[in-house]
Structures are given as C-alpha cells and as structure tokens.
C-alpha cells in the first residue's frame, strides 16, 4: 500500500487521540525512524525522559507492517515495559489508527517457551523431584501447594503466561509445569501441541503487525539455527543500553558439582547404574577441584582441570549415548517416558557443550585475544544463618559485537533507542559494543591522556593512549568490546545517530551537586563527613531523597546510620518487595527510599515526592569482576584505553541512568548530588559528566541547600 499518509500525520492522529500535544523530539525521532526504515540504515536514537519515544518508534513501525505487509519486532529488557507497550500504548495506537490506516493494526507479546505452562509436563505427570537436601519441609510443602495452584490455574488461564499469574509463584514451582526450549518435545511428539501456550503465543505472532518480545529472544533468535521469531525485516530495541548484557547473559553458560549431581538423578531411571556412578563420580571430582580454586578468573587451565573436565566431558557424552534418541511417539507412544528423555538429553547436550567449550577457551596463547572469559564464582544456597556458598565455574563471551554484526545488524533494519545512548557526547562506544563502527568523535570525548586510570584502591595513574598520529584510543579506536576493529564490510554497513533531545529545561530544573570537599570513597564504607553531608542534604530536602548506592551494604549502613539522625522515615531496599518500597516512597513526600543497582534504572515517581537524587560514588565495575576486567585488558593489548572502553564508559551509562531518575515530569525541579569528590578532580570526571543531562552545576553545598530549602519550603538548618 502506497497510499497510507504519512508518519507525520499519522502521528498527530495518534497524538490527538491519546489527548496529548506534539513534541518536537519526538517528531523528528519519528521522521529518523521512518527515514532508517525506508532506506534500509540502522539507526541509534537517545531520547530522553517525556520524549513520547514509544510513540515515536510505534507509529512508523505500523505505517511500515501494514505497508509492507511484513511484522516488526519491537524488543525490550524489562517486563515493566513489555507490559506498558502491549497493555497501553499499543491497544491505544491501534484505535487511533485504525482509521487512517484503512483497517486496525494488529500485536501480540511472545516470550521464551518457559514463560509458559506446558499442558504435557502437567498432564503427563513428567515433574522433576525437587532437590531435598537444599530445600526444608516447609519449602517444599510450599513448592506443593504451589504447583497444585497452578494445575487448577491451566482450566481458567488464556494464555499460560506466568506474569498473567497473580499471585506469582517461585520460581521452583514454575519449573515443575514449564520447560525451555531444548526440553521441549516438539509439535509433531506432543499430544498437546494444538494446545500449546507457547506454540499459540508464536502461531499469534506470525500473523501480527507488531511483535513485543525482549532481548533475551533476540540473543536466542541469533545462536538457534531454528527461526524463534517470526519473519520480520525490522527490529526496534527499546532499553538499547542494556543490549550487550542481557545477550552476554544468554550467551554465558557454568557448570558445577550440584549441576552434575541434578543431572545424575534426571538420569538414574534411564541408564543402568554403572553409567550413572560413573557421571557421579565425574561430577564429585570436579567440586573438589573448583573448592581448590580461589575465586577469580582463569587466565591459564589449572594443571588438574584439563584431565578433570575431559573425563567429565566423556562421561556425559557416554551417558548420552546409553539413553539412545527419543523416537517418534505415534498414537499410542509413552509421552511420559519421551519427556523424561528429552529432559535427560537436553541436559546431558547443554553441560557437555559447555565442557567442550571450556576445554577450547584456553587454545588462543595470547589472553587478549580468546573469544571466551573462563572465572570460578560462588552461588548463594539457602537463606538465613544457615545460608552457604558453593564454587561455579562459569564461561562468558569476551564481545558479542561479532554475534551481532553477523545476525542482528545483516538480517534486518535495528533501530536501537534510549534515553541514554551517548557516553562522552558520542554514540560510538555503544555502538562499538554492538560491532557497529564508529561514526568519529563525539565534541565532547575526551583524549585518552585526559583520561586518568583509577587502580583498585582508588588511586589515579595516567591512561594516555594515544597513537602515533597523535589522535586519541578514543577518536581512533573503532572497536568491539575486545579492541578489535568492527568489520568493516567494505563500508556498506551504515548507522546513524540521532539525539532528539528532551521537554526539560535542564539548566532551569535541576541542579548537579558535586561534593568537591568531601574526601574520596574507600573501602572502608560510608565517611563520617560523607554521613554528614546525606544528613544536611535530606534536612534540607524534608525527605523527598532517593539514595542510589554502589552496593547493598552501603546502602543499608546508610539508613542505619542515618535512621536515629533525621526526622524522616528512610526506607532501605530489601525491606520488603522494591515495588511496594517504591510506592510507599511515592505516596509519602516525606520519606526517603535507599537502595542499589535495580533502583538506578527502574523507579519513576514524579511530583514533589522525588526532589533530590543522592549517589554515594562513581558507579565503576567491581575490581574483581572477570569479564569486564578482561574486556579491559583485551583493549590495552590491542593500544586502546581499556579504562575509558570499560570501566569509565559503564560507570557513565550508569550514572546517566541514575541521574535520569530526577526529572520524569516537566514540571519536575531538584538536585542530582554526587557525594564522590573524583567527578570535580579526577582527569576523567568531565567524560563521566558529558553523558550527564546539561543540568546547572556547581560545588557549592551552601547553595544547593539553599535551593532544596526554597524548593521545599524548609529553613535551612
């Protein structure tokens, strides 16, 4: 169809319907994404809070689905999300524009198939036995209670989709009425499949305009050689800044003693029992090595692990083999006893793989430049005082930029979007994350030998980086998460982006407040002076404080500290469940709401309730933490700034995202305050503060006092 009006007029169609009023950045973001789509060129779009960028992407992805005939995908990271575009925005999209279109578009939300109940594992009685020795009787009488629930809930559900389940259910229970993908039977073994959640949920989407999905099926869409998503030849992901790490955590695969151990009982019924002692046994030597193993990445295979895992490797693959394939069921075939199998198989494949990939991370001699990050963490079992640890040895990708490059980026059009994009001013290191090459220098990126490199204890050492034509790691470098340069097709890749910039008058709304003279955060906690500074800071702001802190432990040292020294309730996180923690804080001005890392990105309370957004230290990556340590690495081998891809470009994004949790409305007003003194000294404080909203700055505590004060209508103290 030809014939359709145009974007801008189907946008203002939708913006009259829905009772809003143009916005300038999201015009242009509108024409940007209809402009990408027509020609076929990626595109990477910030768009800051009040934008209406959902609106913005939505309306030329219909005009191109009902155009073209072919479905769109929209991706996102978070649930909160998904739900607002398929319980909000698109149900309304979709009457506004039925009629300029000729005809009322079409969505549906499809999600991994264990988000959905599986009528074979119900009915056919195939539920793993819960594991007795991590798990108390009251556990698993409620893990009882919990499923029976859920078998009287398979009559009355719809769509099987566990977020439709309220109340929810742990995530024990769900196992035992769901399966993954690879556990699954298949349509053509299933008695079930006409009934099937899941295979309705995807026969729905290939017949729809719009597909809501998440970034976690983008990441399995691209390693399946089976297609997951429907045909489609646009891709829209919202929530773009965490891209690299939901695919990072899909592509990360562990293996442990327990695993081996669960894996054994699956088993035991289907093979004799030499096999099954002899997988035991494997799997017990392989506990006592990682218990010999501190915890730390490997750089080299420990002299013992390579035998270890290659007796384990071959045991798992004999096991599989003494199990033989599941056969086709037939009418009258035993759908219990295939399940059982399919599960076994699935399991025994999945942790021989990740052996196989384990014993080949180590083949590259150069540690700079081998694909995978192999590192023994420990796993949390139990809860309370009798809580332990227990070792997992993990394998994770160096990049996925290459991943994406080759899937993503050469199969459709990506329009990638966010309210926080550029990092310094510039789009590229994003872009370099997804195997994007870089588009050149943002204005305000800093030279490298601007950049100081803080050690573990937080100390600076220089960090220049320059090549020898003089130009910046940054300017020069166009390179992965690895330092190596994106491919480059020979040019015929091309990507632009675009800031459509925000409602706010930022220097109008809010002020940035860097705690210059307080002394730099160690590892000692929270300084007295610091306490001080959070204490005249919530005096002044009457509560109305959110405090987004580096860890859970200082957050919570914080509201202990603080609770006996305000006049104001704090809630800390952990309290009880982060959304009734949120919306308390919200309905109650005079309150204050601690937390740490999922409250920098997902709280939205506008109104007089939020005035003041604490953050207690610059947000880099953990020292000690082994894929993002050798991430850097792999860049100073390669003669970039492994600090300024890595470290500081993450504590950047994250600052971006805590800050943006100030100003949600235009009429909001307060006070981001950095209580970490490196944001004003350190060499790279003014690239951490580029990716910042252009908010009024200053030093001064007397003068965001006084503003808090005027803004709360509370003397200052």
């Given at each position: 169809m030809t014939d359709l009006p145009s974007v801008t007029e189907l946008l203002d169609a939708a913006v009259t319907a829905l009772s809003g009023r143009?916005?300038?950045?999201?015009?242009?973001?509108?024409?940007?994404?209809?402009h990408a789509i027509d020609v076929g060129e990626h595109l990477a779009v910030q768009a800051g809070t009040g934008t209406g960028k959902s609106l913005a992407y939505l309306v030329p992805a219909i005009r191109h689905a009902v155009a073209s005939g072919d479905t769109v995908v929209v991706s996102t990271a978070t649930i909160a999300l998904q739900r607002q575009l398929v319980e909000r925005d698109l149900p309304r999209l979709a009457d506004a524009l039925a009629g300029p279109l000729g005809r009322k578009p079409t969505f549906a939300i499809l999600k991994g198939r264990s988000n959905y109940l599986c009528l074979h594992k119900i009915h056919a009685g195939a539920v793993e036995e819960p594991d007795t020795e991590l798990f108390d009787a009251f556990e698993l009488s409620r893990t009882g209670r919990e499923v029976t629930r859920l078998r009287e809930w398979t009559s009355d559900t719809e769509t099987g989709d566990r977020d439709d389940l309220s109340p929810g259910v742990a995530d024990r229970s769900w196992r035992q009425v769901s399966v993954s993908a690879r556990e699954c039977l298949g349509a053509t073994n299933c008695s079930y499949s006409e009934d099937c959640f899941a295979e309705r949920a995807r026969r729905a989407s290939a017949q729809v305009d719009v597909v809501v999905t998440n970034h976690a099926m983008l990441a399995i869409d691209a390693?399946?050689?089976a297609n997951v998503l429907p045909d489609h030849d646009v891709v829209i992901i919202d929530e773009a800044h965490e891209l690299v790490d939901r695919i990072t955590s899909v592509s990360t695969a562990e293996v442990s003693a327990a695993a081996v151990a669960n894996l054994s009982k699956r088993v035991g019924k289907l093979v004799d029992e030499e096999t099954v002692d002899a997988l035991i046994g494997a799997g017990e030597h392989l506990g006592e090595l990682l218990e010999e193993c501190p915890p730390g990445e490997w750089t080299a295979m420990p002299p013992a692990a390579g035998a270890t895992l290659t007796v384990l490797r071959d045991r798992l693959w004999a096991t599989r083999g003494a199990?033989?394939?599941?056969?086709?069921?037939?009418?009258?075939?035993?759908?219990?006893?295939a399940a059982a199998r399919s599960a076994a198989l699935t399991g025994l494949e999945d942790l021989h793989d990740t052996i196989v990939r384990l014993l080949g991370a180590f083949s590259e001699p150069e540690v700079a430049k081998r694909r995978d990050v192999v590192w023994v963490g420990h796993e949390r079992v139990g809860r309370g005082p009798s809580a332990s640890t227990r070792p997992v040895l993990h394998i994770a990708p160096l990049s996925v930029g290459g991943l994406l490059r080759s899937t993503l980026?050469?199969?459709?059009?990506?329009?990638?979007?966010s309210a926080t994009l550029t990092i310094g001013g510039s789009f590229d290191a994003l872009a370099a994350t997804w195997g994007l090459p870089a588009s050149g220098r943002g204005a305000d990126t800093p030279a490298a030998d601007e950049v100081d490199d803080p050690g573990p204890d937080g100390s600076s050492r220089d960090g220049s980086g320059r090549d020898r034509s003089g130009r910046s790691a940054v300017a020069a470098r166009t390179a992965t998460a690895t330092g190596k340069a994106a491919p480059s097709d020979e040019g015929t890749v091309r990507w632009t982006g675009l800031d459509a910039g925000s409602p706010f008058d930022y220097p109008r709304s809010a002020i940035l407040y860097v705690a210059r003279h307080l002394p730099r955060p160690g590892r000692d906690g929270l300084a007295p002076a610091t306490l001080d500074e959070i204490e005249s800071l919530i005096g002044a702001a009457n509560g109305r404080t959110l405090g987004l802190f580096s860890s859970m432990r200082a957050a919570r040292a914080a509201a202990d500290a603080l609770a006996d020294r305000v006049s104001v309730p704090i809630l800390c996180q952990g309290d009880d469940t982060t959304s009734t923690l949120v919306k308390q804080f919200a309905e109650d001005p005079e309150t204050c709401l601690f937390g740490t890392l999922s409250l920098w990105q997902g709280v939205d309370v506008p109104g007089p309730s939020l005035s003041l957004v604490l953050?207690?230290?610059?947000?880099?990556?953990?020292?000690?933490?082994?894929?993002?340590?050798?991430?850097?690495?792999?860049?100073?081998?390669?003669g970039g700034n492994g600090f300024l891809s890595v470290a500081a470009n993450h504590?950047?994004?994250?600052?971006?995202?805590?800050?943006?949790?100030?100003?949600?409305?235009?009429?909001?007003r307060g006070v981001v305050a950095v209580l970490d003194s490196r944001l004003?000294?350190?060499?790279?404080?003014?690239?951490?503060?580029?990716?910042?909203?252009?908010?009024?700055?200053?030093?001064?505590?007397?003068?965001?006092?006084?503003?808090?004060?005027?803004?709360?209508?509370?003397p200052v103290r």
């Open positions: 143009r916005r300038d950045g999201q015009l242009r973001m509108a024409n940007a994404v209809d390693l399946s050689p199990i033989g394939p599941v056969r086709g069921l037939g009418a009258s075939g035993d759908e219990g006893a980026f050469s199969t459709s059009t990506v329009i990638l979007t953050i207690d230290r610059i947000p880099f990556p953990r020292p000690d933490d082994p894929l993002l340590t050798a991430r850097q690495r792999a860049v100073d081998a390669r504590a950047a994004l994250l600052l971006a995202q805590g800050a943006g949790r100030l100003l949600r409305s235009v009429d909001d004003a000294t350190a060499g790279y404080g003014g690239y951490l503060a580029a990716s910042l909203p252009p908010f009024w700055r200053t030093t001064d505590p007397t003068v965001v006092r006084s503003a808090l004060s005027r803004l709360t209508g509370v």
